[in-house]
């Protein structure tokens, strides 16, 4: 099937000064302009439900709250701790080269003491961080519910931590290859390294509460691994309940649809409690993993428990035993992993449970500052296209939510994390929103250096810029999670492990040809095992069955892909090429309509993405594309907002006219284009006249019937840096600029003048800058200029 006219998008690869740092050049600010940080989140521009669809109303924080402003924030002197009181109280201070970490953690554990007791969502305690550079070596432990981490800003001026892990933080048990952490190696007592997946980071948004059962280990653990035996009350389901059948339905305790679970008739009731946290959890079982196209000799079956979800408890049945949750259940629960009729797994059999969250942190938000992990000896600029790991030991996170709700990060700016920026394991009711994250010193064997939702549900990620990173990836059952309006250079990773009712919508995805697993210095290979794959990552990364066995299966029902700019660069140097590009097309993976259904080609499901990204899988094959909708968005009521220099207008993303086509080819047709070829001026080639050191160009990002959006790239040709631009340009009549973002616009008739803003005034020698725009209107720019 055909495609959309061609588009080039760039993505930059160099290397910018920042500060004192060396970063990638998106570091700086969302240079490309596309994420849409200006877009109205509230309850009250929520679409209702789509008939047919999943719910995503309540997606984020508190269900679709507001993120908190002022007023939410606690009067108690006491428990706002401002810059002063950090440097008097717990000598935290910025700049002097002293190791803060200590005050720090400090600073958090008596907010956790003597306010977060009596503190709310609408009585927040806040830390005030002071503007300037914090030295961090451990990682930190955020366990204090309601609180606000707030620093000065995210750029120059702003507050900026870096982590330069100590020997007690670096994992000291490597995989016997020396390519990654050793979960399995690193042991201590009855204790494992897995029991801190996914790993340390520089925050850690976790319980630190230790199981009486392991406070003997705890006490004898050295330094270097008493964390293990943190939350562990969580991990091993201490206070976790079997289940029993339910009434009719032998060996299933609930269905998809059901609220009420029936629990087993032993096991304390104590810990589930109304308005509390719960994790539903279905046992693994041959006959699930066969619905996969997953056999015994695919691989190393996992007797653990791939479809789960966090709900809250809207009542308990002391007498009956039984529990009501606050949703319908999105999968069968068998009672076991044999009570389907499957033979044991390996010869064990594991139950499925009604899990408490015993002691959630809650309420937890941090905000505008910097971070970044530097790594003696390493340069980011090696690290750019690089799917390996630089340094395993160094695999430290950003910041990492694990067993937390109802929690969020807003301009955060993240440069050359260990691993992942931001990742969740077991987390609920998120909004990660506004945030710019750039490079990771490790992405590869292991799976690291991704922008990770595992275990996520019902959260919100919005307006965020990705560079450098390996994925942007939903796994281990993530659901109901919405991303709107985000820009990536990576793909969209569906991982493994049932995924399912997730919605994409609206997010600009460019992923060059470089972004690929063969493109690796050191410790390569997969995650799980096997050799770098040798296809170039497409927009979207769906988990096939046998592939993904050694994440615990394939990717579940439903994820929806809606009007998403997706292009990708088939060939190095080569343009690139839209991918489901009907913006009013509904794409619905691992569906055909009315079930669940396994990716196939010809009626075979496929055993691997890699090299079958281009397959068209409508028509019965896996992915139903039979419904459109004519709306912006199937999140919100409505999508513009902002202006000015804050973000593009959404209708870029989502009323663009449809393609012909309902899926991706490899060679898009031109006779099939709904819009015209790109002028000259359009072209990924085209520059004007220089003035002095700066050339100029264009790409369009998109077209649609009422005008099309533009990128501009701005270059300096010089050896010595410049400081400031200024592009001019004109439009014919009957064309307009109707928003444009990073940078400052005037206008006089149809003559168009741009200048940089703070951020992306400076260009390196040999670097370009960027900024875009909106046009209502055919018309392209002519007569331009750049001084």
Known sequence: MALASTTAVLVTSGVIAVGAHSATPAAAAAQTGAALTALDLSTANRRAPVTGLYDWSKAGYRGGADLPGASR???????????????????????????????????????????????????????????????????????????????????????????????????????????????????????????????????????????????????????????????TVNVHWKAGVKLREKTGDTGFAARTGDTVVPLASSGALTNLKVGGLVNIRAANSLKFYAQQDIQPADGTLQNIHMRQQIFTVTAVDTANRTLTLDKPLEYDVPVTSVSDGSAPIDGAVYDSKAAPIVDPVVGVGFEDF?????????????????????????????????????????????????????????????QIVNNQLDGAWNKGKGGNGYFRGSRVWDSLYAGNTSRNLRHFTFQWSASGNVVIGNDFDSDINLHGGWERNNLIELNTVAVPYEHRSANCRSNCGEEGGGAPDASTWFPIW??????????????????????????????????????????????????????????????????????????????????????????????????????????????????????????????????????????????????????????????????????????????????????????????????????????????????????????????????????????????????LTVR
Not at 160 to 188: H, I, K, Q
Not at 643 to 665: E, I, K, M, Q
């Open 73 to 231: 924030t606690t009067p108690d002197s006491a428990c706002r701790l401002t810059p002063a009181v950090l440097a008097s109280q717990y000598a935290v201070r910025p700049d002097d080269g002293v190791d803060d970490s200590a005050g720090l953690q400090s600073a958090i554990d008596r907010v956790r003491t003597a306010c977060s007791p009596t503190a709310g969502y609408d009585r927040l305690s806040l830390i005030t961080l002071p503007a300037g550079t914090l030295n961090i070596s451990r990682q930190i432990g955020v366990d204090a519910d309601y609180l606000i981490l707030r620093g000065a800003g995210s750029g120059a001026g702003g507050t900026r931590f870096v982590f330069r892990p100590d020997a007690n933080t670096r994992y000291d048990a490597l995989t016997p290859d020396g390519s990654d952490w050793d979960e399995d190696g690193m042991t201590s007592g009855a204790g494992k390294g897995g029991w801190i997946w996914p790993g340390r980071g520089l925050f850690r948004v976790q319980s630190r509460g230790v199981d009486p059962s392991y406070a003997a280990d705890y006490a004898a653990a050295p330094a270097n691994r008493k964390d293990l035996f943190e939350g």
């Open 542 to 783: 769906w988990a096939a069955g046998k592939k993904a066995v050694k994440w615990s299966g394939s990717s579940g029902p439903r994820n929806v892909f809606f009007g998403n700019s997706m292009t990708k660069q088939l060939n190095a140097g080569g343009s690139y090429t839209p991918y489901y590009a009907d913006h009013q097309r509904i794409y619905q993976f691992g569906w055909t309509g009315t079930a669940w259904h396994h990716l196939d080609a010809a009626g075979t499901p496929i055993s691997d993405w890699a090299g079958r990204e281009q397959l068209d899988y409508t028509g019965g094959h896996g992915v139903d594309a039979t419904r459109t909708d004519s709306a912006a968005s199937l999140f919100l009521r409505s999508v513009t907002g902002g202006g000015g220099t804050a973000s593009p207008s959404p209708s870029n993303s989502a009323t663009a006219s449809p393609s012909p086509s309902s899926s991706p080819s490899a060679s898009p047709s031109p006779s099939a284009s709904p819009s015209p070829s790109p002028s000259p001026s359009s072209s990924p080639s085209a520059t004007a006249s220089p003035t002095a050191c700066l050339t100029v160009r264009t790409v369009q990002s998109s077209v649609w019937s009422s005008g099309y959006g533009m990128n501009v790239f701005v270059k300096n040709n010089c050896a010595a840096p410049s400081t400031a631009w200024n592009v001019q340009f004109d439009l014919p009549a009957g064309t307009a600029v109707s928003s444009s973002w990073s940078s400052s616009r005037t206008q006089s008739g149809q003559h168009f003048t741009f200048t940089n803003v703070s951020y992306n005034g400076a260009i390196a020698s040999g670097q370009e800058q960027s900024f875009g725009f909106n046009a209502s209107g055919p018309g392209l720019p002519a007569d």
């Open 370 to 430: 910097a971070l970044t992990q530097e790594i003696p000896g390493l340069n980011a600029a090696d690290a750019v296209h690089n799917y390996g790991n630089m340094s395993p030991a160094d695999e430290m996170h950003g910041i990492v939510f694990k067993w937390a709700a109802d929690s969020w990060v807003r301009g955060i700016r993240t440069e050359m994390t260990g691993s992942h920026p931001i990742v969740t394991e077991e987390a609920y009711h998120l």
